[in-house]
């Protein structure tokens, strides 16, 4: 059989690409207004409910692109998930684009096939998150870099526009999320072990494109200057301070998500193909030192970070862009094998089977799952009843404190009326970027408090004591997934409620003598 009677054509190639994504946008998007809001959405949300240039734990980018969505269509979940659809669509195109450019079509159409069939890339499509514009941004970042670098590449272009279309993407991906820091890291390494990238640091391209990164990135520089650099302190003094020491079991719980995120046999294909990366990197080959270092380098440090400090499932996620594009060129090219295929087959498989999984689990009660890790079910049932706790206490409606930054913007998102609510910051504790919003207590107004005994109210009779001039507690919610419980919360109702400020004034010690 000839090679040329098992290869895909180019423009078959995007063909198929185009209308799989197609369809499967058209998928996601009926899916996406069946399922209730995860938490960090409804939490994002509640990012573009208060836009501004940044926020504490995160960069702008993602607050923007729902704000865009729901000016044009409302808040709705398709329409606050609408930017995620359409950017995973986006990442197929470019992953085929990377594969079939460094390999083949043929290629190109695996590397697609595999990012989709697993749940951190497949599920990812609906879950709007920072990570979507920063993986986006980092294999389009990827795939320009292919010219700029390679023996093969079509160079920088006149008047090298595309260092200048890199340092636009570098700095679009800084303003989706922090982890984009390494990402020019990895275009100045790739650079320098690469001759025509040797010899591009030696015009003014790079370094004007580094200006332009920094200029796009500059809301961030913008709102941190203007509170006190806040947003730097908590991703580096803050991390650290979180850090205590050497635990073993972080090490299975990383390696557990890790290959809940893109499948068990894939992830141990994707750290073999990592392997082999560095032995043809250090042997010379261009092709190899490009997708290793846009890979293997945030591998390692998120898995040396592992045993010090939970490493969550997405944050490894731009470090598989290359490894997959990688896998499957190996694969491809050793299809005659059986027992290649057969793995190949295999791998893609129980990856896809997990994200079918994870995708039915909400709307499937008989799928078995640890209800206490299912964070979109429940939240409609539990704002019905607090709904009825508001229009029982009159008017004006109390005002609603959510113990935790999920439970807060989950209620804000469901109540009627999508009131604004308050969180930990309310009742003295740390209420991440709640803490930077306008607090919308008034002195003496009622409140509801809510909290998940996932996550309970820590010392909650003095808090509740020091901000209520009474409170009682009311009935507990259980919420369900089906007939199966996925939590309880407790509630409290506050009469009188006391500002920070009153809180404060009230525990200030008085000096002997004051006031004589």
């Not at 990238?197 to 941190?224: D, E, I, K, M, Q």
């Not at 998500?257 to 193909?273: D, E, I, M, N, W």
């Not at 190996?330 to 994870?358: D, I, P, T, Y």
């Not at 809180?503 to 003598?513: E, F, H, M, Q, Y």
Request: net charge positive.
């Amino acid at each position: 059989m000839s090679r040329a009677s098992v290869e895909i054509s180019r423009g078959a190639g995007w063909r198929w690409v185009l209308w799989a994504s197609l369809g499967l946008v058209l998928l996601r998007l009926v899916y996406a207004g069946h399922v209730e809001l995860a938490p960090q959405e409804a939490y994002y949300w509640q990012y573009a409910r208060h836009l501004d240039w940044s926020y504490l734990d995160h960069p702008p980018l993602c607050a923007w692109l729902m704000a865009l969505s729901t000016f044009f269509l409302g808040d709705s979940e398709v329409a606050l998930r609408l930017p995620a659809i359409l950017s995973s669509a986006a990442l197929s195109c470019v992953m085929y684009s990377l594969g079939s450019r460094l390999y083949s079509p043929a290629v190109g159409l695996l590397t697609a096939l595999a990012a989709n069939a697993t749940v951190l890339f497949g599920l990812g499509a609906v879950v709007m998150t920072p990570d979507v514009p920063l993986v986006l941004a980092w294999a389009l970042a990827l795939r320009v870099l292919c010219e700029l670098v390679l023996p093969d590449g079509s160079g920088p272009g006149r008047f090298g526009w595309r260092w200048y279309l890199l340092g636009l993407l570098c700095g679009l991906g800084m303003l989706s999320k922090y982890t984009a820091a390494l990402l020019p890291l990895q275009v100045l390494l790739t650079a320098l072990v690469t001759e025509r990238g040797r010899a591009a640091l030696r015009t003014v391209h790079p370094y004007l494109a580094c200006v332009l990164a920094a200029l796009v990135f500059s809301p961030v520089f913008f709102w941190n200057q203007s509170h006190d650099w806040a947003s730097f302190a908590f991703q580096t003094t803050g991390r650290t301070q979180t850090v205590n020491g050497f635990h073993g079991y972080l090490i299975g719980r990383y390696v557990g998500l890790q290959s809940v995120a893109v499948g068990p046999l894939l992830y141990l294909a994707l750290l073999l193909t990592a392997g082999v990366l560095v032995r043809h990197a250090w042997r010379g080959d261009a092709r190899a030192r490009l997708l290793g270092l846009a890979s293997v380098p945030g591998l390692l440090v998120f898995t040396l970070v592992s045993p010090f400090h939970w490493v969550k499932m997405n944050w490894v996620a731009p470090s598989y862009l290359g490894l997959l594009v990688a896998a499957a060129g190996g694969a491809w090219a050793l299809r005659r094998h059986r027992a290649v295929r057969a793995s190949a087959g295999l791998s893609m498989g129980v990856g896809a089977a997990l994200m079918v999984a994870m995708y039915l689990m909400p709307l499937c009660p008989w799928i078995p799952f640890r209800e206490r890790d299912n964070l979109v079910s429940g939240w409609r049932e539990l704002a019905d009843a607090v709904q009825q706790h508001r229009d029982s206490m009159g008017q004006p409606a109390p005002m609603v404190v959510g113990w935790g930054y999920k439970t807060a913007s989950e209620l804000a998102f469901y109540l009627e009326g999508q009131p604004e609510t308050q969180s930990d910051s309310a009742l003295g504790g740390d209420g991440l970027a709640y803490s930077f919003w306008m607090d919308q207590a008034r002195p003496g107004q009622d409140a509801i408090v809510v909290a998940d005994l996932r996550q309970p109210l820590k010392d909650a009779q003095s808090r509740l004591d020091a901000h209520c001039a009474s409170v009682r507690e009311l009935p507990p919610v259980t919420v369900h997934r089906g007939s199966r419980v996925v939590t309880t919360f407790k509630l409290w109702s506050c009469q009188g409620w006391r500002t920070k400020r009153e809180v404060a004034s009230r525990t200030v010690p008085v000096a002997p003598g004051a006031g004589r």
